[in-house]
């Protein structure tokens, strides 16, 4: 069972995981974010995560601007803010996790902290911090 077709996340690859690729629009550009969602070999999809997915997916505009907003206040909050114009110029969003409870939480790339990155979560709670929390 490497790959299966979810009516609600579609063409799915198994790689410690379900993971696709996926264009989105996200901080106002289109990135191609990696869809992940957690399972163990041999596990399938849950319900929360299709739930989840697809909350997402018709609220994105709404979760792109309140990431953003809560990462330029983790980054305002913890480092110096006259070094950069924009807090996109640091952050860069890469994957998008989807728990099996159906929790989620956005996985970045971060200027700042290279070896760690960045994680956002919203739901179930707002928090921004290394990803080794998330992880």
């Known amino acids: 069972m490497n790959r299966v077709i979810d009516l609600t996340f579609g063409d799915m690859e198994y790689e410690y995981g379900w993971t696709k690729r996926q264009k989105l629009p996200f901080w ?3 990135n191609e974010l990696k869809i992940k969602v957690k399972a163990h070999k041999g596990e399938r999809i849950t319900q929360e995560q299709r739930d989840s997915y697809n909350q997402f997916i018709e609220n994105i505009g709404t979760v792109s601007a309140r990431s953003l907003e809560l990462v330029e206040e983790y980054v305002e909050k913890y480092y110096i803010k006259n070094v950069y114009s924009s807090v996109k110029e640091l952050v860069t969003p890469r ?41």
């Open 28 to 30: 106002g550009n289109d």
């Open 95 to 135: 994957s998008i996790v989807f728990n099996q409870n159906g929790s989620y939480f956005i996985l970045c790339d971060f200027a700042y902290d290279e070896e760690h990155g960045l994680g956002i979560c919203l739901s179930p709670i707002e928090e921004v911090g290394s990803q080794d929390i998330f992880l």
